[in-house]
T-cell receptor, first 115, second 110 residues
Framework: NAGVTQTPKFQVLKTGQSMTLQCAQDMNHNSMYWYRQDPGMGLRLIYYSASEGTTDKGEVPNGYNVSRLNKREFSLRLESAAPSQTSVYFCASSDGSGQGGEKLFFGSGTQLSVL | GQSLEQPSEVTAVEGAIVQINCTYQ??????LSWYQQHDGGAPTFLSYNALDGLEETGRFSSFLSRSDSYGYLLLQELQMKDAASYFC???????????FGSGTRLLVRP
């Protein structure tokens, strides 16, 4: 059982380049999330998708776009990368039952450097 | 605004008990979760408190007081493998938006 799979694991971009981070989960979860984590800091929510077909902004959405392609997949796109977007990106999923206590399952992360 | 505050670092001795505190300010608060993250790894879920009181899971316990907007994670019989960062997280605005604190780095001394 793979859980949450993110690709790529590492990426180096030049300022202004674009790229898409891919995320897929095989747990039949309704909700999916993208977080970024900067050194020595907590996770900040970029976007989330409570269910297939819906997406909502989190704490730091500027400079990013997302697509909930289907129930399994949730991608994060950087249209024009900036050095401030250098970070570790985590995708996560949860059952999304709406009862509270969402238990998030995280992917292994993508380390992104923008030069 | 919405925020969760934690101490940046806590140090304890192997075999001891350590408490990591979390205070929060938010509207539409559902409950408080705790996650563990080892260096270079992904966060993993530890516990969740929806109601006031203590929840126990093995060596780990978590406490919530809604009236005080305060919770803590208690780790007993500390082991070297418990050295990690611990994050409290809360669901805000009655939504699925899970917001994390900045994390507490736990150092365990032999």
């Amino acid at each position: 059982n793979a859980g949450v799979t993110q690709t790529p694991k590492f990426q180096v971009l030049k300022t202004g380049q674009s790229m898409t981070l891919q995320c897929a989960q095989d747990m039949n979860h309704n909700s999916m999330y993208w977080y970024r984590q900067d050194p020595g800091m907590g996770l900040r929510l970029i976007y989330y998708s409570a269910s297939e077909g819906t997406t909502d902004k989190g704490e730091v959405p500027n400079g990013y776009n997302v697509s909930r392609l289907n129930k399994r997949e949730f991608s994060l796109r950087l249209e024009s990368a900036a050095p401030s977007q250098t970070s570790v990106y985590f995708c996560a999923s949860s059952d999304g039952s709406g009862q509270g206590g969402e238990k998030l399952f995280f992917g292994s992360g993508t380390q992104l450097s923008v030069l | 605004g919405q925020s969760l505050e934690q101490p940046s670092e806590v140090t304890a001795v192997e075999g001891a008990i350590v408490q990591i505190n979390c205070t929060y300010q938010t509207s539409g608060f559902y409950g408080l979760s705790w996650y563990q993250q080892h260096d270079g790894g992904a966060p993993t879920f530890l516990s969740y408190n929806a109601l006031d009181g203590l929840e126990e899971t093995g060596r780990f316990s978590s406490f919530l007081s809604r009236s005080d907007s305060y919770g803590y994670l208690l780790l007993q019989e500390l082991q070297m493998k418990d050295a990690a960062s611990y994050f409290c997280a809360g669901e805000m605005d009655s939504s699925y938006k899970l917001i994390f604190g900045s994390g507490t780095r736990l150092l365990v001394r032999p």
